[in-house]
């Protein structure tokens, strides 16, 4: 009776890896730039033609190879990363497998072309898995393969490759995902003749975000750095503010390597949750660096997935990384030319001194020139602003007052001056002087002197926050205080109304308002909380409760009743704007903010506090400070 | 118009109605004081429209008329005159000469300043100035300065044929005085709320009146006596029944003296909450025991030795609100009353004839969990 098992030959085993590794044209490009990047390239460049389908030709600098080198590359399992296992637990090369050359050799018909030293090039010819040519060329260092009639030899596969215009996308998305991992490394990229991508050599990955997407995008980036266990993250993130829907990317990488992972991503959401308003995703550009043996990336022929030893720890680090950049003024919307910010980590991936978004802005314009919908006041006119009351007499320009001392200006201010250079920029909370002045416009927001300008504080949102984060705490530490009142409240409330109050009485009266039902539908509320002196409690209840019957878009994207409760409180509950608040109290405001985990973004994904930088103030009014 | 008056004369009228005049107002002729000049008199009017002052001081007057001018610049020419004023008017243009000097100031024509609510003085009530101060200093501060209740930030006089009595509440605490009067004619009882700075103003320019005359229209209420006249809009009802959250069984009473348990509890304000002040008091044995815990900040205690026999309590305060309460009771002991956790205590003076029935009360706050 014949053997039924049998070993393949080589060349259908090649075939089979193929089928894992070659899916279409972009895994090709994934795979050819990889190793070029292991080369050592520091500029490569991608031609592709008819998206690929018809030809794949990927140059690099890196080191080459020499004649032996670049036949034994044809074969399977040849490799010049991976020596032992012990190198295979370590491994800080994008390839190691050795089953890419030989996996695309054997569907295409593929031309190797490479060089150790200038001019004693190899050139290698293979057509379906067969060595069809050896010879000799001249050659810059570096290596060229080219990759022709991808699968002409296996048809059910190129049946299933999609139009031109869809894989030309997926070779750009693979080159772009390539190019964030090395900023270090030139980029060019000719789809079909023309140029897709030219990303010079940059400084780190927000200028390469910036060369991909334009400085716009890299403008609403914020730097992450954080180390926690172990776990380095390090990249950018989207402020809070300028997250919309639909328009999210995402990009992670560890040591360097791209990887797909949904949890991951679920735990930078969780950093960002209260921040932005349910539906909206940020865009991440997250670089974790794990120590070896930390991270598995053999997991997944194409390595798009990787396995961590201790997956938790990795999370808590992301969570932790983006939570720590969110509680930065860098989080806030700044008019014009931020602050320069000294205090901010240098990290490896990321420039911190990246060029400011809005610098080309025309002057006159306040902050609204990338097409948000920010409003302060008058946009395109700073106007003169016309004086109040407007009798006569009052407008006419006063007569000059001539002074007794001319030259120089009185020492004390000189002094003063002085002291406020020498000051080094802080973020916050110390971001303050000792005694800020405050200063309330239409009663509604807060300006105060920074260090290094002038803040503005949404009064509203920021209370926000604040009452947010103190509620959530006190449902954490069991206690919370609450005003008996002298005239308990009434309350008459719609049948569904009334089932929801039945329903979350528990969590509201751990909230603050003892609520009892009071015969029929109504309820008798006998306490109340009172977080400021103008709370309108009978308001705020009856509004909460609207809130918790009908649904929002606040408190849809909440997880537990008691966020819920603490989100509709907070929104409800805060100091509304049109509010007067004295000195005293506008201090405590910003002492309370600044008490919270999260003082620079309110519950519905609106900024609390934007800024005005000294620097900007300065370029607008022509000072060269 | 024209008229002579001395200094001193045309100060204190003008410092009189000074008070009522708004600080800030869109309607230009606010800012002005309103001079009338008749007989041997000047009558100085001010308003803000809500509360509305006006006083008569002698003059010498050679000419009758009436014009406005502006408020505060007359009174700090007035300060700085060297002796008495001829004061005169001419079209909108008011002359003002006091020995070697002379002012000329516009103002505006009477026409523009708005009428003063007309309250019949005949059909009214007679008190005393000290009477009615002494209802005004010792409630009115009760009353709530939040424009959740409009009621509320108005104080109940409730007259009536043998007494009237003063209530003014935020909703968390409360203050009530009643005191005898010796009603003159058959009046119907009546309840006005009347806001606190309208009271103020009677306070500062008829708390020492032999006697001051109350009267009421439909929308007003005036006061009147020893030259000066106060009018303002009264508070539409009805004020919350406040008799029925007067605790009655309230069986926990103590003796305390004000100055020492003021200073204990603010000792403790020192490490209370920002937000709520929250202080506890602990009864039981024979002390008083305060202590205060705030998360983030710190924690205090005290003991104050008192004469208390009753059932042990645990309750909660608003430090400010006990603080507020103490600095208005008049004697150097108060009593102190109380229930259960979640009941309003009460604060009395102990042993004072002018004030003999003076009650404040304030409700816990309670730690919910």
Redesign the interface.
Known sequence: MPRRIHVLPEKLANQIAAGEVVERPASVVKELVENALDAGATRVEVVIRNGGKTEIRVSDDGHGMGKDDALMSMDRHATSKVRSEADLAAIRTLGFRGEALPSIASVSRMVLETAERDGDGTRVVVTGGQMAAVEACARRTGTTLAVRSLFFNVPARAKFLRTTAAESRAVVETVTTLALAHPGVGFVLDANGREALNLPPAAGAAERIAAVWGPETAGELIPVAHREAGVGVTGLVQRPHSSRPGSRRVYLFVNGRSFTDRSVVRAADRAYRTTIPEGVYPSLFLFLDLPDGEVDVNVHPAKAEVRFRDRPAVERAVEEGIRATLAGLESTPSIGTRAPQDGVPSFTYASPRQPPAHVREAPGTWGAGNGRAYAYGNPSTPSVPSSPGGTPGTTLPGEPQMTLFVAGAPEALKDEADAGSSIPPIVSPDLLGSAPVMWQVHSTYILVETRSGLLLVDQHSAHERVLYEELMRDFGSGSRESQRLLFPLTLRLSPAEFSVVEEVRGVLERAGFEVEPFGGRAVIVHSVPNPHPNFDAERCLREMIAELTEGSSLIDGARTQHQRIALTFACKGAIKAGQKLSQREMGELFDRLFATELPYHDIHGRPTVVQLSLTELHRRFGRSA | MRFTITRENLQQGLGAVAGAIPTRTTLPVLANILIEAEGSEVRMSGTDLDTSVSVRVPAEVAEAGAITAPAKKLQEIARELPGSVELSAQGDSISISSGRTRFKLNGLPRDEFPAFPRVDFEESWKLTGPDLQRLISHVSFAAS????RPILNGVLWQLSSGEMRMVA?N????AKMTLPVESSAELTAVDLIVHPRALGQVQRLLGSSAQVEVARSENHIGFQGGGVQVFTRLIEGPY?N?EQ?IPKDNDKQLVADKGALTAAIRRMAIVA????H?IRIALGGSSLKFSVET??LGAAAEELPVEYDGDPLEI?F?AQYLLELLRYMPTDEVRLTFKAP???ATIQPVGNEDTPDYLC?V???????
Do not use: F, I
């Open positions: 300065t939040e424009e959740t509440t909703g968390h605490r409360l919350p406040y959250v909450s920002d937000q709520t929250r998360p983030d909660g608003n979640e009941r309003a009360l409700m816990p706050l309670r730690l919910l969990s």
